[in-house]
């Protein structure tokens, strides 16, 4: 594979440290492990695969291999093969020259202990994927945060802390009784911050997923893990929504409370490490809160979706996991949408809406009438049709299995309509023809200059059909209700993140980048023009990269 020579020289160029990840990269070519415990996979079935795509030329493999083979090996969902690497890549078209910063995107990309194998696609641990744009060239690079999750499970060669659907292996019944402890003092629980990152207003940049110990501060230059980010209040709690809102002035989130079912919705300042609690949402219905991986804002409202798929303390606590994890479909408690007040913490509409299913919130925005009043709230998000299988479907087992099967379960862009005017039900229609995106949707951006506000552009994930896994970048006009979608045949896309040319006054002005796991086992950094939709550059990694979730970007200072 010559693009991967050239690459991994290049990146022995850039700095003396690179030297050392590359060559960790040339003996892993060479079908020799380095590290301990996770790394040591003798008999991992996959090895040999990865071995040989990541040491030979891209051929194609023989259809009825690769019938048989499904996408059991699909680079996507296969982890990551060394703890670092960085390196300049080789560009194919043009990064704009306004272009300067770097682009952060996490997400759990290793999916074993040994020759021990994750079940869902969330377990993995963290790895942290960079993308430094500087003058038209490209250093990229990932390294595995060291959470305490990742370093017991390196050291032990075994799970030591309950992730997403993994729970440690107790040897006794005493050991059960300890862990039950551990479990309500959150000791058990991971920090495994595989989710997110964010830069907040002060510059901090952290690494984030639904346990609030899981809140890891990382610097973007060297992916070094730097510590914990530790929250200096009081409020408590173990776990918070995965998706805060980030700005340069707040950091606003959303902490369930298990106890007494609701959420405390917090703000916190830059600078400070101390959330202070804006207000409270009791829950309307079912024996838990709505499980929150995300929610929107509107300019002066906070809107708390309290969603029928709820947490469930009983899952929490069985050693095998339950079909649908740490949560429970409970539809007679209904669905709900909450609007809080951002200025006074009070709640100025609580209205129920059908039943939904959502990971990700796009964006909400106040609706007026013709004299400036405020009459609706809209609130759009990623709707699986009030459909939990989707979480079912993210079982690497079944991402893995893809033999051409349409087996997405369909989503839609939801658009939530919740009225101001004291009546008690709000809508929930989609913004537009799901046909247009492939019925499949998922994993959203839109330009940050509009958050909280009427917005036109959303760009996500859809699904060129048949597929298991939103396959597609598709740009949605609200407006037009039109998609433009690309697609290369058998390429996984992670989530198309914006980025504003500096002085736009188009909304959609800018590039989206995502990074691209390819079926050959390959992987690339793509930009797309946020305008046209159309590819600008591209760049190879010398290695296949597993999928990844979300990002950031960090502008040049
Ligand atoms: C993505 C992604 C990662 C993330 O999950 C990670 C964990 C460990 C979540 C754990 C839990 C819940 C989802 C519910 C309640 C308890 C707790 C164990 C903290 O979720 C994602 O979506
Ligand atoms: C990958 C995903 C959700 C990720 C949560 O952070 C959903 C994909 C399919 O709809
Ligand atoms: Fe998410």
Not at 8 to 18: D, F, L, T
Not at 44 to 73: F, H
């Amino acid at each position: 594979m010559a693009s991967l020579a050239f690459s991994a020289k290049i990146g022995r160029c850039i700095s003396p440290s690179n030297a050392m990840v590359s060559d960790q990269y040339e003996s892993k070519r060479k079908g020799l492990s380095f590290g301990k415990g996770i790394f040591a996979r003798k008999n991992d079935p996959r090895d040999s695969l990865v071995t040989k795509v990541a040491t030979q030329a891209p051929t194609v493999i023989p259809s009825l291999e690769k019938e048989l083979a499904g996408d059991r090996n699909h680079v996507a969902w296969t982890s990551v093969q060394q703890e670092r690497w960085e390196g300049e890549l080789v560009v194919e078209g043009e990064i704009p020259l306004w272009l300067n910063g770097t682009y952060l995107r996490n997400g759990p990309g290793l999916w074993h202990i040994g020759s021990y194998n994750f079940r869902h696609l969330f377990d993995g641990y963290a790895t942290l994927v960079r993308l430094h744009f500087e003058n038209g060239r490209l250093i990229a690079g990932h390294r595995q945060i060291e959470s305490e999750a990742y370093k017991a499970a390196k050291n032990n060669n075994k799970l030591c802390y309950r992730e997403f659907s993994e729970v440690p292996k107790l040897d006794n019944f005493l050991a059960y009784i300890g862990e039950l402890a551990n479990l309500f003092s959150g000791a058990s629980l991971t920090d495994n911050a595989n989710t997110g990152v964010v830069k907040l207003g002060d510059g901090r940049v952290v690494c984030l997923t639904e346990t609030q110990k899981g809140s890891i501060i990382v610097d973007p230059n060297t992916l070094d893990t730097l510590g914990k980010f530790e929250y200096s209040d009081s409020l408590g709690g173990l776990i918070h929504s995965a998706h805060p809102i980030v700005t340069d002035t707040e950091f606003l989130t959303l902490l369930p409370d298990l106890l007494k079912p609701g959420y405390l919705v917090v703000r916190m300042e830059p600078g400070s490490n101390e959330r202070k609690v804006i207000g409270r949402v009791d829950c309307r219905g079912g024996p838990a809160p709505g499980w929150v991986h995300s929610f929107p804002v509107t300019e002066h409202y906070v809107i708390v979706p309290e969603m029928p798929l709820r947490y469930c303390a009983q899952n929490l606590l069985k050693a095998e996991p339950t079909p649908l994890y740490k949560f429970e479909w409970h539809p007679d408690s209904k669905g709900f949408m909450h609007v809080m007040c951002k200025a006074s913490g009070n709640i100025v509409a609580s209205v129920e809406v059908p039943l939904y299913v959502t990971f990700h919130f796009i964006n909400a925005y106040e609706e007026k009438d013709e004299d400036g009043r405020v009459t609706a709230i809209i609130a759009d998000c990623c709707e699986h049709n009030a459909d939990t299988t989707i979480l079912e479907r993210l079982r690497l087992q079944n991402l893995r299995a893809f033999m051409g099967e349409d087996v997405l379960p369909d989503a839609r862009v939801g658009r939530f309509i919740i009225p101001l005017d004291g009546s008690p039900y709000g809508k929930l229609e989609a913004a537009l023809d799901p046909e247009e995106h492939g019925k499949g949707m998922d994993m959203c951006s839109f330009n940050p200059a509009y958050l909280g506000k009427k917005y036109r552009y959303a760009y996500a994930c859809g699904a060129q059909r048949p597929c298991n896994f939103p396959n597609t970048l598709t740009k949605i006009d609200l407006f037009e209700k039109k998609a433009k979608n690309w697609y290369e045949e058998g390429a996984v896309p992670s989530e198309p993140f914006f980025v504003a040319r500096p002085g736009a006054t188009e909304e959609d002005d800018g590039v989206l980048i995502s990074m691209i796991s390819e079926k050959n086992g390959d992987g690339y950094a793509l930009l797309l023009d946020g305008s046209t939709f159309e590819e600008i550059a591209r760049a190879k990694f010398p290695y296949g990269l597993p999928y990844g979730l979300h990002g950031c970007w960090v502008p040049k200072k």
